[in-house]
C-alpha cells in the first residue's frame, strides 16, 4: 500500500510592536530574564488588560497581505489551561470570531534547473488570530527554568488549511510566509529568538484517498529546515506503521532535532478541553471599512509580484531576481541604482555577485553585514556601472576597485582618477603596442592566420598586460584583427 501525506501548519508570529499585547510593559529579547514583566502579564488580581492598538493594525495588514476577509468584528476569548509558561493559567487569544478569515500563501516549488523559475501555487488559510504569547521554559536534567519575558507579547497564529503535500512544500510555505511578513515589517521573523515558531499537523492515507487520516501534531521545531525534517520522518513513520498494520493515534509529539525523530509528548487536546469563554475584561473590535482601505495603502509589492516585475519590465534572468527579491532591501537598493544608471542586468549583476560577495565577508557569526551598514550606496553602484559602459574602465578593474570603495566609501570615479586607472582608447597609441605584440609573438600571429580564432587571446591578454590593463578591449581586439588581415 501507498500511503500520501496531507500536511497543515499552524505558525505562530511574534507582532513587532513596543509594548506587550495587553499592557504598557516593553516587548523585548536578550533581557535579564523576568524582568518585562508586570501585573498584567504575571495575572495579579485587579490588573485589567488594554488592547494594543498597534498589533491590531498589523494583524489587519496581514490579513491584507495574504488575501484574507477581514473581520467586522472580532472578539477575545479565554483560552484555560495549566501549564508553567502561562501564568495567568489562561491565554487570551480568539476562537470563534478571529480577525482574519481565509486567505492563501503563494508557494514555488524548486525547478529541475536552479536558474529557471519553479511551479508556483496558493496553499489556503483557514484562519489568523490574535493572542498574547506564552513564556519560555528552559529544561534541565533536574530542573526546569521559567522566563516570563516573553510572556504578553503580541502574537499572530496563522493556520493553514490541510493543503499541503510533502516536506519540501512545507518548506517552501514557510519561506514564502516569512519573506512576506518580514517584506511588511510585520516580524523579523527570528526563529533563534522565537519570533516565529510552527507545529505542523500531519496525516497520511491510502492514495487516490479523499479522506484524511488521523493527524498527529509535532512540537518543537524550530527552523525552518526543521521542520521539513520532523514532517519528513513523521510522514515516514506512519506510513512504516499502517503498513506493518499498525494504527496512528491523535497526539502531540516532540521532534528530537539532534536524534532526528519523533516521541510521544501527550494525547491531543479538542477545543472543547482548553474550555473557552469570552474574555469579560475585553470589548469586541469593530472594524470598519475605512480603517481597512486607509491600512491598504501600506501594504508593499510582494516578493513574487517584484520578481516577475523585475524580470518582465527589467529583462533580469531568474537566477538574479531569486537572490534579490527575497530581501527588501536589496530590491530597493537594486531599484535606486538602476535610476540613476539605467542599466538593470549590469546593475544586477554586480548587486548579486560582487555587493553580497563583500556583505557576506564582512560580517560575522550572525550572518553578512546588513545593507545598510555599508559604506556602499546606490549612487557609488550606479557610477561604477556607468564607468564600466561608457569605456572609461575595464569590467577587471571595476572587479578589482570595488572592494575598495565598499570598504572606503569613495567613489569609484574618484578612486579611479587617483590609482590613474581609466581606461585607454587612444587607437594610435594602442596601434603601435598591438604591432609590437604581434611582432614580439609571432607563434600566436601564425595560429591565428592559419585559422585558429582563440590564438587572438593570447595576443590581447598581452596588449592588456603591457597596458596595465587600461586598454579598451575592444578597440584592442578591433586593432588586432585588422592588423592581423593585413
Not at 477575545?76 to 502561562?86: G, L, Q
Not at 519553479?118 to 526546569?144: A, C, M, P, W, Y
Not at 521542520?227 to 497526539?251: F, W
Amino acid at each position: 500500500m501507498e500511503y500520501e501525506a496531507v500536511i497543515g501548519l499552524e505558525v505562530h508570529v511574534q507582532v513587532d510592536t513596543k509594548s506587550k499585547m495587553f499592557t504598557r510593559t516593553p516587548r523585548g529579547y536578550g533581557e535579564p530574564p523576568n524582568t518585562l514583566t508586570d501585573p498584567v502579564v504575571m495575572g495579579l488580581p485587579g490588573a485589567l488588560p488594554v488592547m494594543n492598538f498597534e498589533a491590531i493594525e498589523k494583524s489587519i495588514k496581514v490579513g491584507l497581505l495574504l488575501g484574507c476577509e477581514i473581520a467586522k468584528v472580532c472578539k477575545w476569548d479565554r483560552k484555560n489551561y495549566f501549564y508553567p509558561d502561562m501564568p495567568k493559567n489562561y491565554q487570551i487569544s480568539q476562537f470563534d470570531q478571529p480577525i482574519c478569515l481565509g486567505g492563501e500563501v503563494e508557494i514555488e516549488m524548486e525547478g529541475e534547473n536552479r536558474s529557471v523559475m519553479g511551479s508556483h501555487r496558493k496553499v489556503q488559510l483557514t484562519r489568523i488570530h490574535l493572542e498574547e504569547d506564552v513564556g519560555k521554559l528552559t529544561h534541565f536534567e533536574n530542573d526546569s527554568l521559567v522566563d516570563y519575558n516573553r510572556a504578553g507579547s503580541a502574537l499572530l497564529e496563522i493556520v493553514s488549511e490541510p493543503d499541503l503535500f510533502s516536506p519540501d512544500e512545507v518548506f517552501a510555505y514557510l519561506t514564502s510566509l516569512r519573506n512576506s511578513l518580514v517584506y511588511a515589517g510585520i516580524s523579523d521573523c527570528d526563529m533563534e529568538k522565537g519570533e516565529m515558531r510552527c507545529d505542523a499537523n500531519v496525516s497520511v492515507r491510502p492514495q487516490g484517498e479523499s479522506e484524511l487520516g488521523t493527524k498527529v501534531e509535532l512540537k518543537n521545531l524550530n527552523t525552518i529546515s526543521g521542520v521539513r525534517n520532523g514532517v519528513e520522518y513523521e510522514i515516514k513513520r506512519q506510513s512504516s506503521t499502517l503498513r506493518e498494520g499498525g494504527t496512528i493515534s491523535q497526539e502531540t509529539r516532540r521532534w528530537n532535532p539532534e536524534q532526528k525523530y519523533t516521541t510521544a509528548m501527550r494525547s491531543k487536546e479538542m477545543a472543547h478541553d482548553y474550555r473557552y469563554f469570552p474574555d469579560p475584561d475585553l470589548m469586541p473590535v469593530e472594524i470598519d471599512d475605512d480603517w481597512v482601505e486607509r491600512i491598504k495603502l501600506e501594504i508593499p509589492e510582494m516578493p513574487f509580484d517584484k520578481q516577475r516585475r523585475f524580470m518582465e519590465n527589467h529583462g533580469l534572468p531568474y537566477s538574479s531576481t531569486s537572490a534579490l527579491c527575497p530581501d527588501r532591501k536589496l530590491c530597493d537598493f537594486f531599484e535606486e541604482t538602476v535610476s540613476k544608471c539605467s542599466q538593470a542586468k549590469k546593475a544586477a549583476n554586480w548587486i548579486v555577485n560582487d555587493l553580497l560577495r563583500e556583505l557576506s565577508a564582512a560580517g560575522d557569526e550572525n550572518g553578512p553585514m546588513p545593507l545598510d551598514q555599508s559604506k556602499m550606496t546606490p549612487v557609488h553602484c550606479a557610477e561604477l556601472v556607468t564607468l564600466v559602459e561608457d569605456g572609461s574602465i575595464s569590467s577587471n578593474i571595476a572587479k578589482e576597485i570595488f572592494p575598495e570603495i565598499f570598504a572606503s566609501g569613495k567613489m569609484p570615479a574618484a578612486l579611479v582618477e587617483e590609482k590613474g586607472l581609466k581606461q585607454t582608447s587612444d587607437t594610435t597609441e594602442l596601434e603601435s603596442i598591438c604591432s609590437q605584440v604581434m611582432s614580439d609573438h609571432p607563434k600566436a600571429v601564425e595560429e591565428f592566420k592559419g585559422g585558429k580564432e582563440n590564438a587572438i587571446n593570447a595576443l590581447k591578454g598581452q596588449v592588456m598586460k603591457a597596458t596595465r590593463g587600461q586598454a579598451n578591449p575592444k578597440i584592442v581586439d578591433d586593432l588586432l584583427r585588422k592588423l592581423l588581415s593585413s
